[in-house]
């Protein structure tokens, strides 16, 4: 192959310091950002935001595409999206084995103005509440999402762990603090 790319963190580790001695290099840094408690968080009903289901989640799915294309089209190195893609992860066993969130802006509208994937844990269940994606049409859809569900958090701490220094809503996650 041309390039090859492996995502993996313990940068002190064997492994690490084998594919250093091995002439590969970092490409990318992710960023851990977490997001403090604020007094008010709007109600769901308050806000057009909704918690949905899998059925509706999926239902929604060429939106959902649409707009992941139009966020993150431009950047390599994720699964390529298309239809059947949202039933294939939420099959899959990390979905299937602990609790997620799948929220969604605008849907009584008839368009999805954004959506946000976020579950308790990063790799294992646990209290914390892990976001795991989130796209608007907009900034202000996209911080309307990030309000939302760290208010879901309920006084645990609340991670935006695989944020990349090019990822576009990082700039908005360093402004709320």
Request: charged residues 25%; negative net charge; proline residues 4%.
């Amino acid at each position: 192959v041309d390039a090859l790319f492996v995502i993996r963190g313990g940068e002190r580790s064997e492994g690490y310091r084998f594919y250093r001695k091995t002439g590969h290099g970092d490409l990318s840094y992710m960023c851990h950002y977490e997001l403090p408690e604020e007094t008010h968080w709007p109600a769901a009903n308050e806000s057009g935001i909704e918690v949905l289901d899998r059925e509706h989640w999926l239902a929604l799915e060429p939106q959902l595409l649409a707009l992941y294309e139009r966020h993150y089209g431009r950047f390599g190195g994720g699964w390529q999206r298309g239809p059947g893609y949202w039933r294939t992860i939420l099959d899959a066993h990390v979905y299937r084995d602990r609790k997620w969130w799948l929220i969604a802006l605008g849907t009584e509208a008839e368009r999805v103005r954004g959506y946000l994937v976020a579950s308790h844990g990063l790799w294992k269940a646990s209290p914390d509440l892990c976001l795991y994606e989130v796209v608007g049409e907009d900034d202000a859809a996209t911080v309307q999402l990030l309000r939302y569900v760290r208010g879901l958090a309920d006084g645990e701490r609340f991670r935006a762990p695989y944020v990349s220094l090019a990822n576009p809503v990082r700039s908005l996650l360093r402004e709320m603090g």
